[in-house]
């Protein structure tokens, strides 16, 4: 490993030996990406839907300043399914969508790499990284010691030389560890830099409360992140929009932690053969309805839908969202929805006090209190360490019987 360490150097000179050894192949894979041509379905940020080349080209993206995300101006809003021009193909569970969104990323752009604890010949403790290194060598799926402070901070220095990193934490509770280097680098040398510098880092790796994984390894640290300025924080909960969301990630010029709850990597669902990029700020319309909103993401989607199954045969159409982008919140989506059902719950496994339900609780009274019938209310998980115990973890976190009290409530 020191080995690697001396051959990639430090940040400033991380540019010119990670991505091949030598400029002959450099060069000649730079020229095959320039040849080749590869049809594309991506859904653009105005909603528009694009199909032909694949852009090979990127502008410079506007950082993402605010806490919410308003609809353009111009162009109709499109929610994001499968585009009517793609047909489901084949089948991947969510860990093998991650790895083919990476893949595909890691081809089409010779200077997209990975950092990370066992990322390399192992393949990832979800192997999600799996074949990778075998593919691309040993410098752009880089294995480094156990020291999440120093390659967290590798990698902010490789971004400011021109590479796309990715950095897989083992287990996200593990990037408290790196905190400062997310903090005070990854999300302000954008702006501390004058816009000399962008800083295109990918920080991904599985989080929430699994199986009897314990306190440290229950950790949902969407809501320490989300304090942070010029960090954007999505959150996959399908194999769709989790590879949507990974390849859209790398692209973006702005850092990027994408949340991956542990217990969703073996779900299965069909998705297109054509490429496709989902947008970062979009939410999902997961169910229609007209009486409540339901806002979720992540696992809770599917306690959730567990739950609308038991309203609908009681008689409620609870209307589902999976906000996706926990910052900027998508405000258009949700403000209609809120516009037509006037009833809005929150579900959510992060903590309550000072967890994503809060914020999005501040921001739907800041702009749509006029419409609303009833207080919001928010489940989440109790304020307390997850316990090791399987009965008392389950306690910590929101169960269907209790959204089903909940949206009762809200409709009397």
Not at 52 to 74: C, D, F, H, M, T
Not at 84 to 108: F, S, V
Request: one cysteine or more; charged letters at 20%; hydrophobic letters at 40%.
């Amino acid at each position: 490993m020191a080995v690697v360490f001396q051959a990639t150097g430090a940040a400033t000179a991380l540019s010119s030996t990670i991505i091949f050894d030598s400029k002959r192949i450099q060069s000649s894979h730079l020229r095959f990406l320039l040849e080749r041509k590869k049809i594309c379905c991506a859904v653009r940020s105005d909603g528009r839907l694009y199909s032909g080349s694949s852009p090979r080209g990127r502008k410079a993206e506007p950082l993402i300043a605010n806490a919410v995300a308003y609809k353009q101006a111009k162009g109709e809003y499109l929610q994001e399914t499968p585009p009517p021009c793609t047909q489901l193909r084949h089948e991947l569970l969510l860990y093998e969508a991650l790895r083919e969104g990476l893949d595909e990323e890691m081809e089409r752009d010779a200077t997209v790499c990975v950092i990370g604890e066992d990322v390399g010949h192992y393949g990832g403790s979800y192997k999600v990284t799996r074949g990778l290194a075998d593919k691309y060598g040993d410098l752009r799926v880089l294995d480094t010691p156990i020291a999440e402070n120093s390659f967290t901070g590798m990698a902010v220095g490789a971004a400011m030389t021109g590479l796309r990193p990715i950095v897989e934490g083992m287990n996200m509770g593990f990037l408290l560890l790196a905190f400062n280097q997310i903090s005070n680098n990854c999300g302000m040398l954008h702006y501390t830099s004058g816009g000399q510098f962008k800083i295109p880092v990918v920080i991904r790796g599985p989080g929430g409360v699994g199986r009897q994984l314990g306190a440290e390894h229950s950790q949902r640290l969407e809501s320490y992140f989300q304090s942070i300025p010029g960090i954007q924080l999505v959150a996959c909960s399908t194999p769709y929009n989790a590879k949507g969301l990974m390849k859209a990630a790398i692209r973006s010029e702005n850092p990027v932690i994408l949340f991956e709850h542990v217990l969703l990597y073996n779900l299965k669902e069909r998705i297109p053969d054509e490429e496709y990029v989902c947008n970062l700020e979009e939410a999902e319309m997961v169910r229609p309805g007209e009486h409540v909103t339901i806002l979720t993401y992540s696992r809770m989607r599917y306690h959730v839908m567990q739950a609308a199954k038991t309203l609908v045969n009681k008689g409620y159409d609870p209307e589902v969202i999976d906000i996706r982008s926990l910052k900027p919140f998508d405000l258009y989506t949700i403000g209609n929805s809120v516009k037509k059902t006037h009833r809005v719950l929150i579900v959510e496994e992060c903590m309550r006090t000072g967890g994503i339900g809060a914020s999005l609780t501040a921001a739907i009274n800041e702009n749509f209190n006029d419409y609303l019938d009833a207080p919001i209310v928010c489940l989440s998980s109790q304020d307390v360490p997850t316990p090791y115990a399987g009965t008392l973890e389950e306690w910590t976190v929101v169960q269907p019987p209790q959204i089903v009290a909940a949206v009762e409530q809200l409709c009397r």
